[in-house]
């Protein structure tokens, strides 16, 4: 799976939207980029997940670069149960072999500020 | 809508004792992932089952084992407990092998090994 590169930590006012940008540069063709987070010592929550085109669902919308060489996901009206930890992950799409489990980065923290 | 239910939640054990997680996947879900999180550290990839077979493995140590039931929970069997072993300890599921399947993360087990 590609590499991706995060910021280590952001902040963002209260009720503004948050913009959480990706680099993964070496990301091929069949490979999807799925965003989770993690608020403090809980399991890992989905939030998203596209192969080319933007996507958008109740909790966020992910906007693709047309190279898909990065993304970014936005959170568009930021409240204070948003600050977590936010992965950015690269997967292949399923093509035989093993389940394989998410590689987690470092991702970044994002603090909303009151 | 039904979670990944783990227990125990908490758990405390003695160095060299042995521990046992259980983990009850989304109803349908025929995929279980094991994750260990240290103090500090994100989320690892241990192993994965899919239809009661081990299907990927990741930094799993070898004092561990785990498998998955004809009901489809899974345990993951912890001997020889180390002090290095006190992590909080994740299960996902999900339907399929891989992308673009969505794992979902029960709420942990907290090991703490004294």
């Known amino acids: 799976d590609a590499k991706t590169t995060q910021p280590p930590s952001m902040d963002c006012a209260e009720g503004r939207a948050a913009n959480l940008p990706c680099n993964h540069s070496?990301?091929?063709?069949?490979?999807?980029v799925y965003w989770y987070r993690q608020i403090h010592s809980q399991g890992p929550q989905y939030i998203i997940h596209g192969l080319k085109n933007n996507e958008t669902n109740e909790m966020a919308s992910l906007i693709i670069t047309e190279d898909r060489k990065s993304s970014t996901l936005i959170l568009p009206h930021a409240t204070l149960r948003d600050t977590a930890v936010y992965y950015c992950?690269?997967?292949?799409?399923?093509?035989?072999?093993?389940?394989?489990?998410?590689?987690f980065g470092k991702g970044t923290h994002l603090i909303i500020q009151p | 809508a039904a979670g990944v239910i783990q227990s125990p939640r908490h758990l405390i054990k003695e160095k060299r004792e042995t521990a046992t997680l259980k983990c009850y996947p989304i109803p349908r879900h025929d995929t279980v992932y094991w994750y260990q999180q240290g103090p500090g550290q994100d989320p690892q990839f241990l192993i994965s089952?899919?239809?009661?077979?081990?299907?990927d493995k990741g930094s799993i140590p070898d004092r561990f084992s785990a498998q998955q039931f004809s009901d489809y929970h899974s345990e993951l069997n912890m001997s020889s407990l180390e002090l290095g072993d006190s992590a909080l300890y994740f299960c996902?599921?999900?339907?399929?092998?891989?992308?673009?399947?969505?794992?979902?993360f029960g709420p942990g087990t907290r090991l703490t090994v004294l």
């Open positions: 089952f899919y239809e009661k077979m081990q299907s």
């Open positions: 992950i690269v997967r292949a799409k399923y093509s035989g072999g093993g389940a394989d489990g998410l590689t």
């Open positions: 070496t990301i091929s063709g069949n490979e999807y």
């Open positions: 996902a599921s999900s339907i399929g092998q891989g992308p673009p399947d969505t794992q979902y």
